[in-house]
């Protein structure tokens, strides 16, 4: 079995401060875990991908997320923060190599940023 | 680039009535899903479907869901008799389904919002 939890379901940050959301996952199979991004009446957009290749994973609009097995984590972070970064961010996992399977997600961490 | 595509973004129904929920998946994608979210809540998994059949489905699909894959393009969620909890954001999402580390990617359409009245 798989499940994600979001540590805050809020985050705040001024902008040009440092963003970081956390998510820590359980799986009982080696996992792919992702970040997708939602913006208000809007769809949900992946903002990157680890798939067992580098454990640093680099995103769209200077996001990175750093998978590390021994905590169980993949917090994304972005070293300074833009008013066009407030959105839904929602941190998913799946089992690696096994296409078709449920993207299980977590319950999602609303970043809003202030000038 | 290729994209997942969803019709209508806006669906109004009246309780009890049947919708049909459409969506074109990216061309040569082996595997198709649904999800859906009520608002405030978190994306869950409602099925996913390949070799035109379900491979995959959870507790929240039951018997008044179904999914169809009528011809080589689209595919389409049918709710029987809508209800007022199953007003939601539905997402449609497909994988490639081979290809290496990408073959297990979901790309996500925009969504359908469902309002059932």
């Known amino acids: 079995a798989q499940s994600v939890t979001q540590l805050g379901s809020h985050v705040s940050v001024s902008e040009g401060a440092l963003v970081l959301l956390r998510c820590n996952y359980s799986s009982s199979v080696p996992p792919y875990l992702f970040w997708y991004v939602q913006y208000p009446n809007q769809g949900l957009q992946l903002l990157l991908k680890y798939t067992s290749a580098a454990t640093l994973v680099k995103g769209i609009n200077g996001f990175e997320a750093e998978f590390k097995k021994s905590e169980t984590s993949f917090h994304l972070t972005k070293p300074s923060a833009h008013m066009s970064d407030a959105a839904e961010y929602f941190c998913a996992v799946t089992p690696a190599n096994q296409a078709g399977t449920a993207l299980i997600f977590g319950k999602g961490t609303t970043l809003s940023v202030s000038s | 680039e290729p994209e997942v595509t969803q019709t209508p973004s806006h669906q109004v129904t009246q309780m009890g009535q049947e919708v049909i929920l459409r969506c074109v998946p990216i061309?040569?994608?082996?595997?198709f899903y649904w999800y859906r979210q009520i608002l405030g809540q978190k994306v869950e998994f409602l099925v996913s479907f390949y070799n035109n059949e379900i491979s995959e489905k959870s507790e929240i699909f039951d018997d008044q869901f179904s999914v169809e894959r009528p011809d080589g393009s689209n595919f389409t969620l049918k709710i029987r008799s809508t209800k007022l909890e199953d007003s939601a954001m539905y997402f449609c999402?497909?994988?490639?389904?081979?290809?290496?580390?990408?073959?297990?990617?979901?790309?996500f359409g925009a969504g359908t919002r469902l309002s059932v009245l």
């Open positions: 999402a497909s994988t490639p389904g081979k290809g290496g580390l990408a073959k297990n990617i979901q790309y």
């Open positions: 061309s040569n994608h082996l595997y």
